[in-house]
Nanobody, 127 residues
Framework: QVQLVESGGGSVQAGGSLRLSCADS????????MAWFRQAPGKERGWVAT????????YYDASVKGRFTISQDNAKATLYLQMNSLKPEDTAIYYC????????????????????WGQGTQVTVSS
């Protein structure tokens, strides 16, 4: 079983930065893809960013592109999300997710594509 544990959330003023971490219990470099999602109060969970196997190609939602960076450290088995120029609308619970392989089709953007999830970490951005 894959276990994912997020950390690094907190409260910050608009314009500030945070770095989220997601510790993977296994071989992160073997994951087909990993991603960050977020869920704001009263809203559905939404995709934020994806990174493909071994820390390769990265993709971002338009709302965070240019401000957020997804990366991974294979030696530390940890996924990161560096968040800069934070806005109040970035306030949400942030979740990391992992997909082990491409069996079953689908991609790496929809939540349904990911069988493994962390417990979430709260990010609050005040104006």
């Amino acid at each position: 079983q894959v276990q994912l544990v997020e950390s690094g959330g907190g409260s910050v003023q608009a314009g500030g930065s945070l770095r989220l971490s997601c510790a993977d219990s296994g071989y992160i470099y073997r994951r087909y893809c990993m991603a960050w999602f977020r869920q704001a109060p009263g809203k559905e969970r939404g995709w934020v960013a994806t990174i493909y196997a071994g820390g390769g190609d990265t993709y971002y939602d338009a709302s965070v592109k240019g401000r957020f960076t997804i990366s991974q450290d294979n030696a530390k088995a940890t996924l990161y999300l560096q968040m800069n120029s934070l806005k109040p609308e970035d306030t949400a619970i942030y979740y990391c997710a992992a997909r082990l392989d491409r069996n079953g089709g689908g991609g790496c953007i929809n939540g349904a594509d990911f069988p493994y999830w962390g417990q979430g970490t709260q990010v609050t951005v005040s104006s």
